[in-house]
């Protein structure tokens, strides 16, 4: 793995900032590019189609796009690039939408979404070289989920009162700025890149593993029982997460006050913000497996008691539990990612997990749409249904044992190099072991973005 530069402590805060601006600019294009369109053309169709194209990438990228993170001698560079690129569409955007010809934009759209995964998973893959194993290392990704939420929340807040005070357009080209203000911080996270398969650490060289094409990330995603747990559940509640903004805004409406709809869609966002800054402060003792699937039952659960609930003050409570549920979701599944992807291919584990997130909610945005005509609080209730479905899923993969094939000692994570059988249950350690002290992520066998 690649150094970075300082010591976590220093790295951490860095890390960030980066993070934090990166994906505000992400998800303030999801309000930016409908209003803009909506301001230039008079329809909001050409902001759709813009949105589309800038998410459908995310899948298909990212896997290459984690390979060659993983495989680049100059990972300053490359993250310096993407990120670039990323500011620069959005800034392209910001300029031709509603202005050039339909497949002029659709085709920057296109550009721009590829350097997603960089922003989502990329970004996550580097807390493992920022910060060692160990309670906090678990911090780490609990800020980071929270900056995930916390852009949730600034993005859209920020384009729409720019906009109100002024126009779309240059909203846009503040995110773009805000994009490329991160691009311009990202080298200072690295130091020169060693050579492939070099230690960091003052341990000896160690070889590298030959595995680490665009297929490999896929194939640990599969092989790997808690990588396929953890993906698989995480991707059954995001089909039902990504109609979640629009069955909040019907339900508001069907209860007589549209207006609030969005007051519902922030009471869970900050509620994930509060529930990630919650686990950062007091890690949970448990292994990540146990967060994420009692996680997915709590927001499922409360998810359905707000469809069950006529009192508005009470729903905008329980979509506040609900949030406070999905942020120790996000934290435990960025752990089990960490933890459980060999270090080769970590990189494209993260990319391709979000990518896989990002277009499952794309999917139960559509699936929310086609089903609009049903009453809301049917649409709500199978949002929640879904939710605790991912959880059962989750609990019910991790029974089934891993088909990794056998890792090379000096590469694998924590868990993979203290096995003796990959699908069998863990070797005993030594009691002596740092990773069975409270708090480390290497304490049990079970034990990590969008």
Request: charged share 10%.
């Amino acid at each position: 793995m690649y150094g970075v530069r300082g010591s976590a402590s220093a790295g951490l805060p860095r890390y960030l900032a980066v993070a934090l601006l990166a994906r505000v600019a992400e998800e303030g294009m999801a309000v930016a590019a409908v209003l803009l369109a909506l301001a230039r053309t008079g329809s909001a169709a050409q902001g759709a189609f813009v949105l589309t194209a800038w998410m459908a990438p995310h899948v298909l990228a990212a896997p290459l796009v984690g390979a060659a993170a993983g495989r680049t001698r100059r990972p300053q560079l490359f993250h310096l690039a993407a990120l670039g690129g990323f500011a620069a569409a959005i800034a392209a955007l910001a300029v031709l939408t509603g202005r050039a010809p339909a497949p002029v934009t659709l085709a920057v759209a296109l550009i721009g979404g590829s350097c997603g995964p960089v922003v989502s998973g990329g970004l996550s893959g580097l807390v493992a070289a920022l910060v060692p194993a160990g309670p906090a290392r678990d911090r780490a990704y609990a800020l980071d989920a929270a900056t995930y939420n916390a852009a949730s929340v600034a993005g859209p807040a920020a384009v729409g009162t720019l906009a109100g005070f002024w126009s779309p357009g240059p909203a846009m080209a503040l995110l773009a700025g805000v994009a490329a203000v991160a691009a311009v911080l990202t080298p200072g996270l690295f130091r020169d890149h060693p050579r492939p398969g070099a230690r960091t650490d003052g341990t000896a060289r160690t070889p590298e593993v030959p595995r680490t094409g665009p297929a490999a990330g896929p194939a640990a995603l599969v092989r790997v029982r808690e990588l396929r747990a953890i993906t698989a559940a995480t991707c059954l509640a995001f089909l039902g997460i990504g109609g979640l903004t629009t069955t909040a805004v019907l339900l508001a409406a069907h209860r007589g006050s549209a207006g609030s709809g969005s007051a519902l869609l922030t009471a869970f966002a900050a509620g994930a913000l509060v529930g990630s800054l919650v686990v950062a402060r007091w890690p949970p003792r448990l292994s990540a497996q146990p967060v994420a699937t009692a996680a997915l039952l709590g927001t499922g659960m409360a998810l359905g008691a707000a469809a069950l609930v006529p009192a508005p003050a009470v729903v905008v409570a329980l979509f506040v539990v609900a949030g406070l549920c999905d942020g120790p979701l996000l934290t435990a599944t960025l752990r089990i990612r960490a933890e459980h992807a060999p270090a080769a291919v970590r990189t494209q584990v993260f990319t391709l997990g979000a990518g896989l997130k990002i277009t499952a909610a794309a999917c139960g945005a559509g699936l929310t749409g086609l089903a609009a005509a049903l009453p809301p609080t049917t649409l709500l209730l199978g949002i929640a249904a879904l939710q605790i479905a991912a959880a059962l899923l989750h609990a019910a993969l991790l029974r089934v044992p891993s088909r990794r094939p056998p890792v090379d000692a000096s590469e694998a994570g924590p868990h993979e190099s203290s096995t003796a059988d990959p699908s069998g249950p863990p070797a005993p350690r030594d009691a002596s072991s740092p990773c069975d002290a409270p708090g480390t992520p290497g304490r049990t066998s079970s034990s990590p973005p969008h």
